[in-house]
């Protein structure tokens, strides 16, 4: 006797059934097979910190095409699953989750806040695995990856104890994104640009010894000015060159300021006097390099003024510069409000406006890392599709600087690098280092996590094994396809080499 068709097709009845007979069977599971030709796509992990969307289920749909395509056509196909710890994004849901649970972080301690977000990661990581087969994807469960499993930190440690070896790793003082809610660095591609309305303040500062003349400058933020150590013009504009080389006195604070001469300065913007605040804004810090200028950080972490900025300390940033704007029109030295939108950064987690602040920080020198990408692409190693995007690759390029890969927070991977509480000794090594080689006394591990894109970048080869030496790295390296969708840094590819 024959079934009756249901009207209308319920996917609960069939599909479940049908994706576990897949699975047992084996069908997406890849071997080495030296008689067959490897092909191999590397999933992008997605973040354990909540649910796929519409977004994953396209890219993820993209993939499955692909591979399923090359098994029929007698490659032996892999391709590889795995999620992401997401540092930064997973720290900030469960610290949202303990806030409404009435827990501090600082409460809990490191070793109690980590152990929340593996019981996140358990949580999450499986739903969104669960969520990937109710899609039939047809990756190869059984080499399932995450990129703080035990393999993944084997090779995260040998990356940055081989890098800082060559001299492609250092720690040191730059300019950067600071996050003041979550406090931490953040990188470009995790800022995102909203056009707010505002204003240009325009601003009287005294000339030292000629009584009654001023060099009038405009910002949209005048707390800044309290880091002020120069006001620069263009070397070109006839207006100010006599001004070239005399000295300011920088109001409110009466510090002495050069002004100096350089090309950065857009004459044809504004006043053309541009105040450099070498410590809060990236311009003015290479303008600062150029003229070994001070770096006066005038920020606490959390955005409030600190002892740098003399009676405003404590305030919090917006509050400081209402008090600063008032106290400059009483003194006769604020000119003019005019009205200007513009566009300011926030952070892409929390919804804060991001603060340019000189930070102690670990670096990835990319001059000479990024040129094995750029030539890859130029000889046709690697193609970008749709061909277009070889213009915003090469824009970025073109235009890398040093990587900040430190970060202010506790689930990831710790930086293994280790101080000395007695001579002050730093070593930087894979394995834990807990006595100073040179006195005997305890050593302290930086606090200090690495950028979970760190990482995820060696992800193409961390699943396979490496550092170890596996035939799985041989025979499936290096992949051949990767299927992702547009992110706003193109530094979000994925290495191709294994270094």
């Not at 080689?437 to 979970?452: F, H, R, W, Y």
Request: proline share 5%; hydrophobic share 35%; with cysteine.
């Amino acid at each position: 006797m024959s079934r009756q068709l249901e009207k209308t097709y319920d996917p609960s009845d069939i599909e479940g059934r049908l994706y576990q007979k897949w699975m047992e069977k084996g069908y997406f599971h890849a071997k080495v097979d030296k008689t067959r030709k490897p092909f191999t796509i590397i999933m992008p992990p997605p973040n354990v910190t909540g649910q796929l969307h519409m977004g994953h289920a396209l890219d993820n749909t993209m993939q499955d095409i692909l591979i399923r395509y090359k098994r029929m056509q007698g490659y032996e196909a892999l391709w590889q699953p795995g999620t992401d710890h997401a540092a930064i994004s997973t720290e900030v849901k469960v610290i949202e989750k303990l806030k409404n649970e009435g827990i501090d972080k600082k409460d809990l301690g490191r070793e109690g806040f980590l152990k929340e977000c593996w019981d996140w990661r358990s949580k999450y990581g499986s739903r969104i695995v669960n969520q990937l087969k109710r899609l039939g994807t047809s990756a190869d469960w059984d080499r399932e990856r995450f990129t703080m499993d035990e393999g993944s930190t084997a090779a995260v440690m040998e990356t940055f104890t081989g890098l800082y070896k060559k001299g492609l790793i250092y720690k040191g003082s730059r300019i950067g994104n600071w996050c003041p809610v979550c406090k931490t660095s953040i990188s470009d591609a995790e800022v995102e640009y909203e056009e707010q309305a505002g204003f240009f303040w325009h601003i009287n500062y005294p000339v030292k010894g000629e009584e009654g003349r001023f060099v009038e400058i405009a910002t949209t933020r005048p707390e800044t000015m309290l880091g002020d150590t120069a006001v620069a013009v263009n070397p070109e504009d006839e207006r100010y060159k006599d001004i070239v080389g005399k000295t300011l006195i920088l109001p409110l604070v009466n510090r002495e300021i050069p002004v100096i001469a350089d090309s950065y300065v857009d004459k044809e913007f504004g006043t053309g006097c541009v105040k450099i605040t070498p410590a809060h804004d990236p311009n003015d810090f290479e303008v600062g390099k150029r003229h070994d200028l001070e770096e006066i950080n005038i920020l606490n972490d959390d955005a409030t003024i600190n002892e740098n900025g003399g009676k405003y300390a404590g305030m919090d940033r917006y509050e400081a510069r209402k008090v600063i704007v008032a106290e400059l029109e009483a003194m006769g030295l604020l000119v003019k409000v005019v009205p200007h939108s513009h566009n300011v950064g926030t952070h892409d987690r929390c919804g804060t406006t991001v603060e340019p602040m000189v930070k102690n920080q670990w670096f990835v020198k990319m001059g000479e890392l990024i040129k094995p990408a750029v030539e890859a692409i130029k000889n046709g190693d690697i193609k970008l599709l749709p061909e277009r995007m070889e213009r915003t690759y090469f824009n970025w390029t073109d235009n890398i600087r040093d990587w900040c890969i430190s970060r202010q927070l506790w689930w990831g991977h710790r930086i293994p690098a280790y101080y000395c509480t007695g001579c002050g000794k730093m070593v930087v090594d894979a394995k834990k280092v807990e006595v100073c080689p040179d006195c005997g006394a305890k050593m302290e591990q930086d606090p200090d996590v690495l950028d979970t894109w760190f990482s995820s970048a060696l992800w193409p080869f961390s699943t396979l094994g490496w550092p170890e030496k596996t035939e799985e790295m041989d025979y499936f390296y290096p992949t051949d396809v990767l299927v992702t969708g547009q992110r706003r840094d193109p530094s979000t590819l994925y290495c191709s080499t294994a270094l």
